[in-house]
């Protein structure tokens, strides 16, 4: 996902604008805010930025004739007291839709700074880190969108893209093979190009899933020597997945060991959303 489309984003904008405003901004109205204002958005951190799109389209929603000036691109850094976008335009509109923006923009650029440390780690590495389902409900197409300016990649983006057998898939038909028969009898039945991976906790069940023609394999909270034993033994066909509580400080021992992704949901659960503020150009009295 590099890009996010207008139509997708425009209920997110409206819902969380009617959550904020209501009846009207009474603050803003009682102050009379009519006139033509001008105003800036600061980074009050280092970070990478994401989310300006989504921020342009919100005030373009509140006043079509809005000048708003992106300084910055999608995925660039930027460092604690820059500019990061600069508005002109109703002050009113300003006004109202100034708390929203900031959400976004501070849960995005937060999304996309976590995932930047994350991703330095594996330089000089063949490894990429990937998100996961655990996202906000109703913005995981912003924060699968931050992760992707922050320079990871997209695990699946929900239950119908990809199959994915894992420990409770397991536990219910009784055992892995199972497990695994019956998602390749159901894809080839359905004639349906789903990739598949599967979930292993032990290097046994890897090698039992290994013997089987799906295309991943999830190493669940494996150590590093178990890793790497993994990675010497796959076939050509598989590709490995670390998976398990990882944070930046162990991406690149992990990354080391040959594996192909790691996936942390750290990047969109956890993430500190990055501290930013919009400022109007003081009026001259």
């Not at 009474?26 to 805010?33: E, K, Y």
């Not at 700074?113 to 996202?135: P, W």
Request: net charge neutral; charged share 20%.
């Amino acid at each position: 996902m590099t890009s996010l489309e207008p139509k997708l984003i425009q209920p997110l904008i409206e819902n969380a604008l009617s959550e904020d405003i209501g009846s009207g901004d009474i603050s803003a109205l009682s102050i009379a805010f009519h006139a033509k204002a001008q105003a800036k958005i600061i980074a009050k951190q280092d970070g990478i930025f994401s989310g300006g799109q989504l921020a342009q389209q919100l005030f373009h929603h509140l006043d079509p004739n809005m000048e708003i000036d992106l300084l910055k691109d999608e995925g660039e850094a930027f460092s604690n007291g820059e500019i990061l976008i600069q508005l002109a335009g109703n002050g009113e509109a300003i006004l109202m839709g100034e708390r929203t923006a900031l959400n976004f923009l501070g849960r995005m650029c937060g999304i996309a700074t976590l995932t930047n440390q994350y991703v330095k780690q594996t330089a000089g590495t063949k490894s990429k880190i990937l998100d996961t389902r655990k996202t906000l409900p109703g913005l995981r197409l912003l924060d699968k969108y931050a992760v992707v300016c922050g320079g990871g990649f997209n695990h699946r983006f929900g239950l119908y893209d990809m199959i994915l057998i894992k420990e409770n898939h397991i536990r219910y038909v009784g055992s892995l093979e199972r497990a695994i028969q019956k998602a390749l009898d159901f894809k080839n039945h359905q004639n349906r190009q789903w990739k598949i991976e599967v979930e292993v906790t032990s290097l046994d069940e890897f090698r039992r899933a290994a013997a089987f023609p799906i295309q991943r394999i999830m190493l669940d909270h494996f150590s590093l020597d178990m890793t790497k034993q993994a990675v010497a033994q796959r076939p050509a066909h598989i590709s490995i997945e670390f998976s398990g509580n990882v944070t930046p400080e162990q991406v690149a021992a992990i990354a080391a060991t040959g594996v192909d992704y790691i996936s942390a949901g750290a990047l969109t659960h956890s993430a500190p959303s990055a501290d930013l503020s919009l400022l109007f150009r003081q009026k001259q009295s």
